[in-house]
């Protein structure tokens, strides 16, 4: 298991500096999808308070990357997912999106709540269809890609359904199709299958990798589920403990592509990443579990 040195990208894959290439073996970067640049973010309260969700965070998602951020509740992971999409400003650093810094909401992005907002008056079709609205696309191509995204997320035959008709995880690939209808080139997915029961969420899974793996979006994916984090991967960030809560550790993922999320789980390899990112997070975890009762962490009870 490969434990990046923070910041990401000083390190080579051992975990130690790599001689910086000469001028003349340089190869030509590309800027990261999305970079946060030593970000802070704090919320205003009433009574004048503050209080501070994030501190110092530096992160790099390159183009093609699938990165998980993990911590514990209340860490600021989904807050983390809002600077990038531009819903939020950041109170300190930077936010830059394929090298240019970003003003005002993400329009390179996608971006798939932990809860669906399917309108419940329309069909799948005419939800799918509504995206592309902003764009100016005629009806008849907009009904075309919309069945074509509804038969990619396996709901060919459910096109005139209404999301009251609908079960959990079709809901769920409603909402996936129209969040990619709109070819983003990067994807925010803030815990999108929790609501979901297991069997489903492995569905789920195998299926968004499967559409990830044709044109290998930059993505970023929160959830509290590190198993499905792990699965996921190329990456997986640990976030520390809220209040001004930072990231820790930052993982590699070696598990060989194509994966189905069931079976890479039984792998040996699975449990041995496991095992490492778990030390990192479940000391943090504790932590905020003994703020959360009031209580002071006694020292190595997270050993």
Request: proline share 7%; glycine share 10%.
């Amino acid at each position: 298991m490969e434990l990046q040195q923070r910041p990401h990208g000083d390190a080579g894959a051992t975990g130690v500096p790599s001689q910086a290439p000469s001028p003349q073996q340089a190869p030509l970067l590309q800027p990261a999808a999305v970079a946060l640049g030593g970000l802070d973010i704090t919320f205003h309260l009433e009574g004048g308070n503050r209080y501070q969700a994030v501190t110092g965070i530096d992160l790099s998602v390159s183009a093609g990357e699938l990165v998980s951020v993990v911590g514990p509740t209340g860490c600021g992971k989904s807050t983390l997912l809002n600077a990038a999409a531009g819903l939020l400003t950041p109170s300190a650093g930077t936010v830059t999106i394929f090298g240019k810094p970003l003003s005002g909401l993400n329009r390179r992005a996608g971006y798939l709540f932990q809860q669906d907002a399917l309108m419940p008056w329309k069909t799948a079709l005419d939800n799918v269809k509504v995206a592309l609205e902003p764009m100016g696309v005629p009806d008849a191509e907009a009904d075309k890609r919309a069945r074509d995204w509804l038969a990619r997320v396996g709901l060919r035959a459910f096109v005139d359904r209404y999301p009251h008709m609908l079960s959990g995880g079709q809901r769920k690939r409603v909402a996936l199709a129209q969040m990619l209808i709109r070819d983003p080139e990067i994807l925010l997915m803030d815990e999108p299958f929790g609501p979901l029961d297991a069997q489903t969420r492995q569905i789920m899974g195998n299926l968004l990798l499967d559409l990830w793996s044709k044109d290998r979006k930059a993505l970023i994916f929160v959830t509290h589920d590190l198993e499905e984090a792990i699965a996921l991967s190329d990456r997986v960030v640990v976030m520390s403990a809220g209040p001004a809560a930072g990231i820790v550790a930052d993982y590699k993922v070696p598990l060989p592509r194509p994966r189905d999320i069931a079976e890479i789980r039984l792998e040996k390899a699975f449990h041995e990443i496991h095992r490492d990112i778990w030390a990192s997070l479940r000391v943090e975890v504790q932590k905020a579990y003994a703020m959360g009762e009031g209580k002071e962490l006694v020292e190595g009870a997270a050993s």
